[in-house]
Each structure stands twice: as structure tokens, then as C-alpha cells.
Nanobody
Framework: QVQLVESGGGLVQAGGSLRLSCAAS????????MGWYRQAPGKQRELVAA???????NYTDSVKGRFTISRDNAKNTVYLQMNSLKPEDTAFYYC???????????????????WGQGTLVTVTS
């Protein structure tokens, strides 16, 4: 069973920095895109940043120049470096991955979209 485990959230003052990590574990065969989404209270979940297996990145406009997404393919891990944080960045942050799982018992490859459990980022003014 494939899981995404996030870490790195917390409480920070405006202008500060945090680094989120998300590691995929289990029977992962390959990972194409990985990304970070966030959801603030009363708002819809939105894409923050995404990165392909080839390293192509995209960001939502509100975080460009402040956030950096990166990944370590050998570790099946994606990171989100968040600098110059603002109170409006406060939200639950969720890791997402489009991946292929390999099932040894059936010699089967299966495509999955997997979500992490979420980590809370709180930015105070």
C-alpha cells in the first residue's frame, strides 16, 4: 500500500520560512507528477506548486518568487521551501502524487493518485 507522509508544518511569524517534506512509501514503481495543494478554512483546495519527474515546475501566482518546489527522485520525496510567508498562506497543506504502484503478488502495475494526510501551516502577523 502506497502512502504519502508529510512533515514540516508549524507556526511561524510573517516573513519567516518553513520547509515541507513529503515522502512516498510502499510499493512505488514510479512517480510522475508530485505537488502541494492547500486549503484554508472556508475556501476550496488550490494547487500551490507542482513538479514533474523531469523537473518541470509550476506555481500559483500568489507564491511565485517566495516558494520553491523540488524533489529527490531517489527518495521519492518532494519538498516545498516557503519563504517570506504571509498570513494569507495559512492553511492545511496536502501533498499529492500521480504514481504507479507495483503489486508483487499479481505482477500488476496500477496507476494511483495519492494524497497525504495534510500538515497545518499557520502564519501570524
Amino acid at each position: 500500500q502506497v502512502q504519502l507522509v508529510e512533515s514540516g508544518g508549524g507556526l511561524v511569524q510573517a516573513g519567516g520560512s518553513l520547509r515541507l517534506s513529503c515522502a512516498a512509501s510502499g510499493s512505488v514503481f514510479s512517480i510522475s507528477a508530485m505537488g502541494w495543494y492547500r486549503q484554508a478554512p472556508g475556501k476550496q483546495r488550490e494547487l500551490v506548486a507542482a513538479i514533474t519527474s523531469g523537473g518541470r515546475k509550476n506555481y500559483t501566482d500568489s507564491v511565485k518568487g517566495r516558494f520553491t518546489i523540488s524533489r529527490d527522485n531517489a527518495k521519492n520525496t518532494v519538498y516545498l521551501q516557503m519563504n517570506s510567508l504571509k498570513p494569507e498562506d495559512t492553511a492545511f497543506y496536502y501533498c499529492n502524487a500521480d504514481l504507479t504502484e507495483y503489486l508483487v503478488a499479481t505482477d500488476e502495475h496500477r496507476y494511483l493518485e495519492v494524497w497525504g494526510q495534510g500538515t497545518l501551516v499557520t502564519v501570524t502577523s
